[in-house]
């Protein structure tokens, strides 16, 4: 029987799901056809994460239970893609044999290739990490668009409206902790001119906000762009150059590494005007000593340094972070710093994780491992009082008039973004309004996670 219905499972971050839409373009192209449904799927990917282990546990849970489904249907391939694929190879068929294909992180643009390869001589691993390549240009698809947000299909009218771009892959900076460059390998950049013919295709498909992707944006450049001149790109010029492109309503950027964030930068936050005032700058902690065992490269003071300029040339903008609690060797001294440091940012959201030994990086070999019990009190007390901060700030926002860009209808009616990236749930929702549309919007309830509000009549 023919295979042609594929169900993609996306685990971990937005570069997953921006791999997951080339996977899902590959497939099409080929004529396969999606299906949200993984029962009648005749090929069943999982798109994989390990940047901690719970993450990992997720998807050997899967497999375990998709053997049973295999069993069922025998034709059913499965195909195991990103990071937990990269690390782990060949050991994930080894484990789980019913699975068919295992591919890494710079393998997706040739999946269905793979796929052949499997029909013709049976199960195949194929996890080559290379140091220095070109990233395939993946123009989107209409039909690609908005694949993700399932949501959109009970919308009137679907018109996906915010997309991924990714600007660079990999990473060099080795912070103790991580396996990110272990399952993305070395940095590289797309070219300049590759990046705008995608944000102009989406724009011309309709879609007005355009998040640029890179595990760490701010070394964009660095390797594979020159400009005409010879002379290196920087992200500032990249970003710059993005904005301009007709129909860019809203731009953002994820991730960037405080180390590499330059003034420049901080500045488009005031020049560049549909730079979206909101940034995701994680600090990891808020002792110099952990920061350091980290391989961070910045100081708590830095940090802070850059925090009040960012505010002294965006006033509104909402920060956002990522802490890990409970580091090998992290003292009470040492948390407590990180609580101080909440106090003093008073961040908008952020996310927190309890470290997670990841094998193959230099803390896993650290020998200083704090007791888990100690890890989930302090996780508790930290998130407590984020929580109690972001539902201050969010209440910041009551009384007043905010513009909403209109995302999907969700089970409780209509939910949209403001631009500084907070959730507001629509109460007087029409069918008038879709996806991408920006409305004023009264803001009349606060919550820990989101906003709600009322759009504004216009007479
Ligand atoms: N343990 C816990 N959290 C981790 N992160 C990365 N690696 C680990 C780890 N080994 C967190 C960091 C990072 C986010 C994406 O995940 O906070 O910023
Ligand atoms: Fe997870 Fe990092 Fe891989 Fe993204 S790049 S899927 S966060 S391990």
């Not at 069993?71 to 789980?96: D, T």
């Not at 705008?196 to 450049?221: H, M, P, R």
């Not at 209808?409 to 631009?419: C, I, N, P, Q, V």
């Amino acid at each position: 029987m023919e295979q042609n219905v594929f169900y993609i499972k996306t685990f971990g971050c937005q570069m997953n799901e921006r791999d997951s839409e080339i996977m899902a373009q590959t497939l099409s192209s080929h004529g396969y056809h999606e299906s949200m449904n993984y029962q009648e799927a005749d090929l069943v990917i999982l798109n994989t994460c390990s940047i901690r282990a719970k993450a990992e546990q997720k998807v050997l849970s899967l497999l375990g239970y998709l053997r049973k489904a295999k069993e069922n249907k025998p034709s059913m391939k499965i195909c195991v893609a990103g990071c937990v694929a990269q690390q782990e190879g060949a050991r994930l068929i080894e484990r789980m044999p019913h699975v068919d294909l295992v591919i890494g992180t710079q393998q997706i643009y040739h999946l269905e290739n793979h796929l052949q390869r499997v029909d013709l001589e049976g199960s195949l691993v194929i996890t080559g990490l290379l140091d220095n390549y070109e990233i395939p240009q993946f123009l989107p698809e209409i039909s690609q668009l908005g694949r993700v947000s399932e949501t959109l299909s009970s919308s009137p009218a679907p018109r996906p409206c915010s997309r991924f771009v990714t600007i660079m892959q990999g990473c060099n900076n080795y912070c103790t902790y991580c396996v990110v460059p272990y399952t993305r390998g070395r940095e590289i950049s797309r070219k300049v001119n590759e990046i705008i013919e995608e944000v102009k295709a989406l724009a011309e498909e309709g879609v007005k906000e355009i998040t640029l992707l890179g595990q760490n944006v701010n070394s964009y450049g660095k390797t594979n762009t020159v400009k005409e001149t010879g002379t290196k790109y920087t992200f500032t010029d990249l970003l710059k150059e993005v904005s301009q492109v007709e129909g860019v309503v809203r731009l953002r950027f994820t991730t960037s590494n405080p180390k590499d964030l330059t003034d420049d930068l901080m500045r488009s936050f005031r020049d560049v005007e549909n730079l979206c005032p909101q940034f995701h700058l994680p600090v990891q902690a808020g002792s110099d000593r952990i920061l350091k065992k980290m391989n961070r490269k910045y100081t708590v003071s830095e940090y802070l340094e850059k925090v009040d300029k960012l505010h002294e040339y965006c006033p509104e903008i909402a920060l956002t972070t990522d802490v890990i609690v409970g580091f090998p060797g992290e003292e009470d001294e040492d948390f407590e710093a990180t609580m101080t440091l909440l106090e003093k940012v008073r961040f908008h959201g952020s996310f927190s994780f309890k470290y997670s030994d990841r094998s193959g990086t230099r803390a896993s070999a650290f020998v200083d491992k704090v007791d888990e019990g100690v890890k989930a009190a302090r996780l508790y007390r930290f998130q407590n009082r984020q929580d109690e901060i972001s539902l201050e700030r969010n209440r910041e926002y009551l009384g007043k008039i905010k513009e909403v860009m209109i995302e999907e209808w969700g089970r409780d009616g209509l939910r949209g973004r403001t631009d500084t990236n907070h959730i507001v749930h629509l109460n007087n929702c029409t069918a008038d309004y879709f996806p991408g549309d920006i409305v004023a919007v009264k803001i009349l309830h606060a919550g820990q996670h989101s906003l709600q509000g009322e759009i504004e009549k216009i007479d």
